[in-house]
């Protein structure tokens, strides 16, 4: 009975460290997530200020010179 005892407390204690590995695991990808959503967030941010035109105008300023 108490070997059996011992081998269940060695499994808790592996799976106690497990679950602690598996939690900080998830905390680093979680802020991963959050520094990426902030970025792609900038990067649509100025995607839009790129797009929006600077100054109303006619559409032939915008024509490159080689047209």
């Keep these: ?5 011992e081998r269940i407390e060695t499994k808790i204690s592996f799976a106690e460290d497990l679950l602690e590995e598996l939690n900080l695991t998830v ?14 967030a900038r990067l649509t ?11 109303p105008g006619d559409l032939r300023d915008d024509i490159p010179p080689h047209y």
């Design 45 to 55: 941010e100025q995607i839009g200020e790129l797009r929006a035109p600077s100054r």
């Design 1 to 5: 009975m108490e070997d059996r005892l």
């Design 27 to 40: 905390y680093r990808q979680q802020q991963q997530i959050d520094r990426l959503v902030a970025q792609v």
